[in-house]
């Protein structure tokens, strides 16, 4: 059983992070924030996703002016991501934004930064302070020998030490790197100093394939150790791919649940019908579904039966023809082309029936 760290709770427009609350799914729009319609277009799809806190950039004092309206249809917590120009946060707080996100260094003048925290402070924004060892301050680095997990703690503890000093506390941590053991690391020195709620993953993690793998084991690791209140699973892909993978270590772990989860079997020498293609098929069909379900898609009878038991449904295929299953039950036995078919049928039949009995998405 997993045991979450006990983290102080951080209020974060009408939800909170941290005090044991729900990990929170966030990603980072990726379209020019000066274009509102584009920008609240694709945060309503990443939202459909299970998007639950947005973060956007703010380059400039035109962005920061667009925050207001972004905001208005956002659906969800909206955090700008600063850098260098302490007059973009404040805009961004005047513009009524959810969160703020600094990294240190970047406004390295304490009369402004304490200008941020007073402004926060009085609207009730937290600040996260994000570390990643990319941009740590040469001071930093040379004073630890290096961009080590150390050296990232160090610069973000400064931060939130200067933040306190300005009686500010609704503070939320990030300690980001490219490798995964110097991230790890660096969160498990952090909360050895602080409750402040964590933001967790692994930066600059790299495309699709090899970027969910890096980021599901990183972030995999952290979660396991009770390690983490929000995640961004950061790809060199449009953020949708983000918010899905974010979904996928959640349920893997067991942590939240939202949306099917298939189980399909490897391919084999005993297959004897198209596993594959009717996975595939199954995933696409159920791509916009948000109610969790657990549904088999086997290729064989040596294993499907078993794993359909666990299933809430499932199919099991042999020879042209499969069984199908319902809570470990054979309903009928039926030809290949029917199978599809008859899964999404009793697929719809279980919803239907949850939703008739009142039952509440996982997400929510």
């Known amino acids: 059983m997993i045991v979450r760290r006990d983290a102080r709770r951080i209020a974060l427009g009408t939800r909170y992070i941290g005090g044991n609350g729900p990990v929170m799914v966030q990603s980072m729009a990726n379209t020019d924030t000066r274009n509102v319609k584009e920008t609240a277009e694709q945060i309503a799809r990443l939202r459909d996703l299970g998007c639950e806190a947005i973060r956007v950039a703010v380059p400039d004092m035109e962005a920061a002016h667009a925050l207001g309206k972004i905001k208005a249809t956002a659906g969800m917590p909206l955090i700008a991501d600063i850098h260098f120009d302490y007059r973009l946060a404040l805009e961004a707080l005047k513009q009524g934004v959810d969160k703020l996100r600094l990294n240190p260094g970047n406004i390295s003048d304490a009369g402004k930064v304490k200008e941020i925290a007073c402004e926060a402070k009085a609207r009730g924004v937290p600040i996260r302070v994000g570390a990643n060892a990319g941009s740590l301050s040469p001071d930093i680095v040379e004073r630890y020998g290096g961009a080590v997990s150390e ?10 030490r200067l933040l306190e000093e300005n009686g500010f506390e609704d503070i939320v941590i990030s300690l980001k790197a490219f490798d995964i053991e110097k991230t790890v690391d660096a969160y498990a020195r952090m909360a050895e100093r602080t409750d402040y709620p964590f933001h967790i993953g692994i930066t600059e993690a790299g495309r699709v394939w090899a970027g969910t793998i890096r980021s599901s084991i990183g972030i995999g690791i952290l979660l396991y150790k009770g390690l983490g209140d929000t995640l961004r699973v950061s790809l060199t892909a449009e953020p949708e791919e983000e918010v899905k993978t974010a979904w996928e270590i959640l349920k893997s772990l067991g942590i939240r649940q939202r949306g099917p989860i298939i189980i399909s079997c490897p391919t084999c020498g005993r297959c004897e019908v198209d596993v594959i293609g009717m996975a595939q098929e199954v995933e696409n069909r159920l791509s916009g579904v948000a109610e969790p379900i657990k549904i088999a898609v086997m290729g064989c009878v040596v ?16 020879r042209g023809r499969g069984m199908l299953f319902r809570h470990g039950k054979m309903l009928k036995v ?14 719809d039949d279980i919803l239907l029936n949850r939703e008739a009995g009142g039952t509440k998405n996982a997400h929510e």
């Open 151 to 160: 050296a990232i703690v160090e610069s973000a503890w400064e931060q939130v």
């Open 303 to 318: 294993n499907g039966p078993g794993e359909a038991r666990d299933a809430d449904v499932g199919i099991a295929g042999g």
């Open 334 to 347: 039926l030809p290949e082309r029917l199978l599809i078919p008859a899964l999404m049928a009793e697929i």
